[in-house]
């Protein structure tokens, strides 16, 4: 597990703004009741895009936060506590489709969007990630 740098020079002006996609608010940027407000927190450049290959996660530190790192096929990002909140299972070892994010240890699945299990089980974290010059930023 390797240990980000965090970003001083990152602002909230130059974080991903499209209505609508953060957890929480509706297009309209409305809280919607029972989900989660979306989090904004420290930015760390956790490594370069190319060091997760595509379809595959890796872990890092990030502002002393175990996240995993994804990057989909399709080229997309997303970034999640590291460790399965059922028995602890390396999430960044997971399967992944556009959808969800299946740990490798009982088979949860966990919905990308908001970090819902699909079973009713207790939910993961997700976090704000983006690429930033060649580098995978995430916010915790
Ligand atoms: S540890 Fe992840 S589903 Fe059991």
């Given at each position: 597990?390797?240990t980000a740098t965090?970003?001083d020079h990152?602002?909230?002006?130059?974080?991903?703004?499209t209505p609508?996609?953060?957890r929480?608010t509706?297009?309209?940027g409305?809280a919607?009741?029972?989900?989660?407000?979306p989090?904004?927190?420290?930015a760390y450049?956790?490594?370069?895009?190319?060091?997760?290959p595509?379809?595959?996660?890796r872990?890092f530190?990030?502002?002393?936060?175990?996240?995993?790192?994804?990057r989909?096929r399709?080229?997309s990002?997303?970034?999640?506590?590291?460790?399965?909140?059922?028995?602890g299972g390396?999430?960044?070892?997971?399967?992944?489709?556009v959808d969800?994010l299946?740990c490798?240890l009982?088979?949860?699945?966990?919905?990308w969007?908001d970090g819902?299990a699909?079973s009713?089980?207790?939910p993961?974290?997700?976090?704000?990630?983006?690429?930033?010059?060649g580098e995978?930023v995430?916010?915790?």
């Amino acid at each position: 597990m390797s240990t980000a740098t965090r970003l001083d020079h990152t602002t909230e002006a130059e974080l991903p703004t499209t209505p609508g996609t953060e957890r929480g608010t509706s297009a309209s940027g409305v809280a919607v009741p029972g989900q989660a407000a979306p989090v904004r927190g420290e930015a760390y450049a956790v490594c370069r895009v190319d060091d997760v290959p595509l379809g595959e996660g890796r872990a890092f530190v990030a502002g002393g936060v175990q996240v995993a790192v994804f990057r989909l096929r399709d080229g997309s990002l997303h970034a999640t506590q590291a460790a399965c909140p059922h028995a602890g299972g390396p999430l960044a070892d997971g399967q992944t489709d556009v959808d969800v994010l299946v740990c490798p240890l009982h088979l949860y699945a966990y919905r990308w969007s908001d970090g819902a299990a699909t079973s009713g089980a207790a939910p993961i974290r997700v976090y704000p990630v983006h690429e930033s010059g060649g580098e995978i930023v995430v916010e915790v």
